[in-house]
Each structure stands twice: as structure tokens, then as C-alpha cells.
């Protein structure tokens, strides 16, 4: 798949420690659209300086509101998949290939599988996937997906599913599904979904309205 097929959607919050180098390992392997979810440390001006499209919340909506308007903004290029990264260092973007390579090889949906996840509410999350989706980590940050997936459901998130509702639509609706394992790396800064029970309270919910 041509790098101008590709979009790469990278939701970030106050990440400039690490935008301008993710979106630089990004780059090479497609468009990249960073959606600058309310930072207050010059994140966007960063990522706009780094190469990449900028789409702006004025004020922090959340991280799937934010990876609702990347898929928007990457939908209206004409591209043929979309590639979900996090802008805190902790996905090697030279990973990218080997997703490519997966949509190459005819799977709609490719998902990372990470070494080590954090919170029992990942733990319990991931056992029910598995069970009834053969989905072993159905919380990484990154994903790909084709762009028919993406406009059959109509939306990338309508309940705050911490970014899994289009995965599961994708899983029941019966598309090949592939993944990639690797090894997570430290992030930097503060954790995505905040502190840990905030954190857990949150997945939980998700896996709720998943239900």
C-alpha cells in the first residue's frame, strides 16, 4: 500500500516532549493528522512544525473524541486505511510496517498486542475479548484499520469505548482480522486515562456498554 493511501491518527494531550520525533519515525510511512486534544505546551504548533496536519479541540474532549476527529479529518484525504498511534513514545512508528504488511495481506483490521498491560480492568477487558473474539488486547493505542470499516459503522466512537467500539463492529460484522505483537516501551509524562482507579472506572464502563 502506497504511503499516500495511508493516515496515520495520532491523538495527543500535552505531548510536545515527544510529538516532533514520533510524527519524524511516522512520516515515511504515511500521512500523518495529529489532533491536538486541548494541550496547553505547544504540542500543535509542534506537530505542525514536525510535517503534520493539525486538527485542534480548543479545549480537552477526551481520547475518543479526539480519535473520532482524526478519523474524520483522514477520511476527507481519499485514503485507503487508517493507522492509530500514540503521540507518548511508548509505539515504535517502525511497527507501522508491519501493519501495512497485514492490511497487505487482506486483514481489515490489524491490532497490536502488547507485552504487559498496566490494570486489572485491562486484564478483565482483554479475557472477555479473547473469549468471545479471539482479541487478545483490545486496548492498545494502535490499530489499523481499512477505511470501508470505518464508513460501514458510520463513526470511530459513539459511548466512549477508549477506542474499541469500531474493533468490535469490525469483530461481529465478521471482518478478517489480523495482529502484531511487540513490546511496549516507557511512556513519557502522565498515563492517557489518568490515575489508576479513574483509569480502571473508565475501562470498565467501556467494557459495559461494549456488552
Known amino acids: 500500500m502506497e504511503r499516500s493511501r495511508i493516515a496515520i491518527v495520532i491523538p495527543a494531550l500535552n505531548e510536545a516532549a515527544t510529538i516532533s520525533q514520533v510524527i519524524g519515525a511516522a512520516e515515511r510511512y504515511g500521512m500523518c493528522i495529529v489532533v491536538d486534544d486541548g494541550s496547553s505546551d505547544g504540542t500543535g504548533s ?53 501493519f501495512i504488511t497485514a492490511l497487505d495481506a487482506g486483514a481489515a483490521v490489524v491490532l497490536g498486542v502488547r507485552d504487559r498491560r498496566q490494570r486489572l480492568a485491562e486484564h478483565i477487558f482483554a479475557w472477555y475479548t479473547r473469549y468471545r473474539y479471539d482479541i487478545a488486547d483490545p486496548l492498545c493505542g494502535m490499530k489499523a484499520y481499512r477505511v470501508e470499516v470505518y464508513r460501514e459503522l458510520g463513526h470511530f466512537d459513539a459511548y466512549l469505548s477508549i477506542g474499541t467500539e469500531l474493533m468490535l463492529f469490525a469483530a461481529r460484522k465478521g471482518f478478517p482480522i489480523s495482529s502484531v505483537p511487540f513490546q511496549v516501551r516507557d511512556r513519557e509524562g502522565q498515563p492517557r486515562f489518568g490515575k489508576k482507579v479513574t483509569a480502571n472506572w473508565k475501562i470498565f464502563r467501556a467494557l459495559a456498554l461494549s456488552l
Do not use: M, W
Not at 480519535?67 to 479529518?73: I, V
Open 46 to 98: 509542534r506537530a505542525r512544525a514536525a510535517g503534520a496536519t493539525v486538527v485542534i479541540h480548543a479545549t480537552n474532549r477526551g481520547y475518543d473524541a479526539a480519535l473520532e476527529s482524526g478519523f474524520s479529518k483522514a477520511a476527507e484525504t481519499g485514503c485507503e486505511a487508517i493507522i492509530t498511534l500514540d503521540a507518548d513514545g511508548q509505539h515504535s512508528p517502525e511497527l507501522i510496517e508491519k
